[in-house]
T-cell receptor
Framework: NAGVTQTPKFQVLKTGQSMTLQCAQDMNHEYMSWYRQDPGMGLRLIHYSVGAGITDQGEVPNGYNVSRSTTEDFPLRLLSAAPSQTSVYFC?????????????FGQGTRLTVV | AQSVAQPEDQVNVAEGNPLTVKCTYSVSGNPYLFWYVQYPNRGLQFLLK??????LVKGSYGFEAEFNKSQTSFHLKKPSALVSDSALYFC?????????????FGRGTSLIVHP
């Protein structure tokens, strides 16, 4: 099993550019979420989805969009990149049928905005 | 509302000594608690969880955690630390009463095990 796959692993953007961070899982998990990890801040939730066609905002949603057209994919879009969005981004998924199941994380995307 | 705190940014321990990484939480209902580990340049990996039952939970790599309801704590422990345990550790909580679908993570504690 590939688990949760994130692409790209590294990306450098110029201020104002847009891009999409890809996340795919092959475990048929209903719940998917995006986090950003910054030094001293831990993991902060950006957006999440409880199933195809359903998304909701997390703690720090501004500047990001998501969609969930399939169970497998949950892309994160940066609309107009800003230096404050320099971070490491993690995608995670969890199985449905129990809100207390553990999450599976991707390897992360390290994004630098210059 | 659900929240979690990891009061130590860093924990240093000598190899072979016991280790403890602290976590406290705040919820309105029953807590559902998790520990994850992150090795350098990797994603988080699940270690263990407390849902109900025994207060002492055993997990991967010889780690265990003790749930203490009166102290609202869920400290991670290991009897004998290894250098390879050096990593970033995250505690997470979900409130069983009206809580979010998604657990809240702590800020993380860097564990350094010295040879």
């Amino acid at each position: 099993n590939a688990g949760v796959t994130q692409t790209p692993k590294f990306q450098v953007l110029k201020t104002g550019q847009s891009m999409t961070l890809q996340c795919a899982q092959d475990m048929n998990h209903e719940y998917m979420s995006w986090y950003r990890q910054d030094p001293g801040m831990g993991l902060r939730l950006i957006h999440y989805s409880v199933g195809a066609g359903i998304t909701d905002q997390g703690e720090v949603p501004n500047g990001y969009n998501v969609s969930r057209s399939t169970t497998e994919d949950f892309p994160l879009r940066l609309l107009s990149a800003a230096p404050s969005q320099t971070s490491v981004y993690f995608c995670a998924s969890r199985i449905k049928g129990g809100l207390n199941t553990e999450a599976f994380f991707g390897q992360g995307t390290r994004l630098t905005v210059v | 509302a659900q929240s979690v705190a990891q009061p130590e940014d860093q924990v240093n321990v000598a190899e072979g000594n016991p280790l403890t990484v602290k976590c406290t939480y705040s919820v309105s209902g029953n807590p559902y608690l998790f520990w994850y580990v992150q090795y350098p340049n990797r994603g988080l990996q699940f270690l263990l969880k407390y849902i109900t039952g025994d207060n002492l939970v055993k997990g991967s790599y010889g780690f265990e955690a003790e749930f203490n309801k009166s102290q609202t704590s869920f400290h991670l422990k290991k009897p004998s630390a290894l250098v390879s345990d050096s990593a970033l550790y995250f505690c997470a909580v979900r409130d069983g009463l009206g809580g979010s679908y998604i657990p809240t993570f702590g800020r993380g504690t860097s564990l350094i095990v010295h040879p």
